[in-house]
């Protein structure tokens, strides 16, 4: 267990469909980074928050949002669902910007079907 | 913004050889470079990470080098095991606020028994 939560651990979904994904970052971590992995596909970062605040955006579709509550926990909303949107979504924790002494901790991911 | 490039993209050893993964990046105030591993359906686990200040790093059968001149690190994996195959992704953290983490593209490595 690495300390992060990710739930629910596999979503099935129709097109057109709104899912959300939970992330629970480990204890005192207060940033939370989302990425999305489609199959035989590198880590493609989604979206990053740290204490509450969105800090930085990246290859993430106007589709989709996210946001970090006071508890930390952060929650990746994903709309008007896609067949493309298949894949595998990660969260991941660091005990502050950029985690720079321990680097990210990753969740054991969604894993997202549009069908 | 940062790019990190990661070659080969599949590497395939006889169990005990060595094997060496390579990657570059762009941004020359990139001060913090993780290695992670990642088995097939679960989540990439970091193996090993190297700052800027220093030059090599090594752990076991693991080791990462660094040269920033050429702004080009390495992961190596020494007397290799069948346990070793998975998806191994280097990364760099680049300067600025944010300092999220980029990710190079992957290399399958596959340990032939």
């Known amino acids: 267990d690495s300390g992060v939560t990710q739930t629910p651990k596999h979503l099935i979904t129709a097109t057109g469909q709104r899912v959300t994904l939970r992330c629970s970052p480990r204890?005192?971590?207060?940033?939370v980074y989302w990425y999305q992995q489609s199959l035989d596909q590198g880590l493609q970062f989604l979206i990053q928050?740290?204490?509450?605040?969105?800090?930085a955006k990246g290859n993430i579709l106007e589709r989709f949002s996210a946001q970090q509550f006071p508890d930390l926990h952060s929650e990746l909303n994903l709309s008007s669902l896609e067949l493309g949107d298949s894949a595998l979504y990660f969260c991941?924790?660091?005990?502050?910007?950029?985690?720079?002494?321990?680097?990210?901790?990753f969740g054991s991911g969604t894993r997202l079907t549009v069908v | 913004g940062e790019n990190v490039e990661q070659h080969p993209s599949t590497l395939s050893v006889q169990e005990g050889d060595s094997a060496v993964i390579k990657c570059t990046y762009s941004?020359?105030?990139?001060?913090?470079f993780p290695w992670y591993k990642q088995e097939l359906g679960k989540r990439p686990q970091l193996i090993i990470d190297?700052?800027?200040?220093?030059g090599e790093k090594k752990d076991q059968r693991i080791a990462v080098t660094l040269n920033k001149t050429a702004k080009h690190f390495s992961l190596h994996i020494t007397e290799t095991q069948p346990e070793d195959s998975a998806v191994y992704f280097c990364?760099?953290?680049?300067?600025?606020?944010?300092?999220?983490?980029?990710f190079g593209s992957g290399t399958q490595l596959t340990v032939l028994p």
């Open positions: 204890s005192g971590d207060l940033s």
């Open positions: 990364a760099a953290i680049p300067s600025g606020s944010a300092r999220q983490l980029t």
């Open positions: 190297i700052r800027s200040n220093v």
């Open positions: 991941a924790s660091s005990p502050q910007v950029g985690g720079f002494s321990y680097g990210y901790t």
């Open positions: 928050y740290y204490n509450g605040e969105e800090r």
């Open positions: 941004d020359s105030a990139s001060n913090y």
